[in-house]
């Protein structure tokens, strides 16, 4: 299968590009601003992707069968061109080559505040200003590209062998604990990167459309994920500082705080693929 794979340079995409390849795919990723891994054996292509025309042409050369794009940016000058309008370039260039697409997206397009499992058919309401891009990004995609599959998911974390944006965190923290404060009414469902890539992949194969909802099994709080990935690195978790998500200043950004997604429909179509964090990190 001919996979194309955006932001294969980033974390999650890295990861999905490299199993794709391990799966004799022939893979195809994209990168920008970060250098592509050595490691990962696909063909690489840089691109704006906030270029329609480039990412047109760039589709009309690959002819990829499927597209799954992991791109985006949360804030900065460029959010909107590479969260929003770069997902409409992507989803429409898709169509132009008869190319399945699955479009990763995020919790955070929910409140945050019910406190309940969230099912695919749960109202939207964000409240942060990345929440609202994705939202947005997720409208493109499915306007431009009915069949596409939506894969909202939550923190992504890699522990001590493939280390992320959450790892970087809990080394920070286990130098320095007075720097980092872990939230404890900032509850989500952390999925392990190896176990969502291949929950993706799962999805293309399995010729699903539409919006899913794939994260871990459980809702925990940032502490909580925090002291498992700090034991998994070695540190001692008990020097991790917690405490409540502070309120915000008169106009300043929200925290969503409760995002508990409900996968139970992905479990039940594909399997046990998404792992609890205990399961991943050890006790």
Known sequence: MRVLVT?????LGSEVAA????????????????????????????????????VE????????????????????PRAHLDTVEAAGH??????????????VSSDVVFSGRDRVPLAEGHPTAPVSGYGRLKLRAEEEVLAAHPGAIIARTSLIYGGPDHRGPQE????????????????TDEIRCPVYVADLARALLALVAGDARGI???????AIS???????LARSLGGDPGVLRGGPTPEPPPGGPVRPRH?????????????????DPAQVLGG
């Open 57 to 76: 042409r760039m589709m009309v050369a690959l002819r990829p069968e499927v597209v799954i794009h992991t791109a985006y940016r949360t804030g900065g």
């Open 19 to 54: 199993r794709a390849v391990s799966r004799h795919d022939e893979v195809f990723a994209t990168h920008r601003v970060t250098p592509p891994s050595p490691a990962v054996a696909a063909q690489w292509v840089c691109v704006d992707l906030a270029d329609a025309g480039a």
């Open 7 to 11: 932001g294969g340079s980033g974390f």
């Open 168 to 183: 970087r965190l809990v080394v920070t923290a286990l130098e320095d604990p007075s720097s980092v404060t872990f939230h």
């Open 212 to 218: 899913w909802h794939v994260a871990g099994p459980r």
């Open 90 to 103: 992507v989803a429409r260039a898709a169509v132009t080559v008869d190319a399945a697409l699955l479009h």
């Open 259 to 275: 995002l508990h997604l409900d996968s139970s429909r992905f479990e039940a179509g594909f399997g046990p693929i998404l792992r």
């Open 222 to 228: 940032r502490l909580e994920l925090a002291r498992g």
